[in-house]
């Protein structure tokens, strides 16, 4: 009986952290689009993450299994072929956040730059 009422507040802790953990993820996801595009991230491997001839495409790092979270951190952090380390310049916590927008399901796009800096118009002819 006691074990039964163990398992069954556990299950029902497990339950109620789940959508903590998901919005959480989201919410780092989110901040990990804006540093992507901050950081300079967006410079070599394009917005979105879709690659550009100076970095590779980065779409499919979620599915695949030679990328995992932590290859990513270290790859973030040490670099690697053409890519430099980001040792120096990024906090524990905005690698982590960059490692969830790269591994989301559905890549957030990232809130307007701080300071509500608009795209500069097209030239009018």
């Not at 270290?74 to 430099?84: E, F, R, T, V, Y």
Request: net charge positive; charged share 20%; with cysteine.
């Amino acid at each position: 009986m006691a074990l039964s009422r163990l398992l069954l507040s556990s299950l029902v802790l497990a339950s109620l952290s789940l959508p903590a953990l998901a919005a959480s993820s989201k919410d780092d996801a989110l901040a990990g689009a804006a540093l992507f595009r901050d950081k300079g991230c967006a410079y070599c491997h394009g917005a979105g993450a879709i690659g550009t001839p100076k970095g590779p495409a980065l779409t499919t790092l979620r599915t695949d299994k030679d990328w995992p979270p932590q290859k990513i951190t270290d790859q973030i952090l040490n670099g690697g072929k053409k890519m430099p380390p980001f040792r120096e310049s990024l906090t524990d916590a905005e690698i982590a956040q960059l490692v969830a927008y790269l591994r989301a399901a559905k890549r957030p796009e990232p809130p307007p730059p701080a300071g509500g800096a608009a795209a500069p118009a097209p030239p009018q002819n």
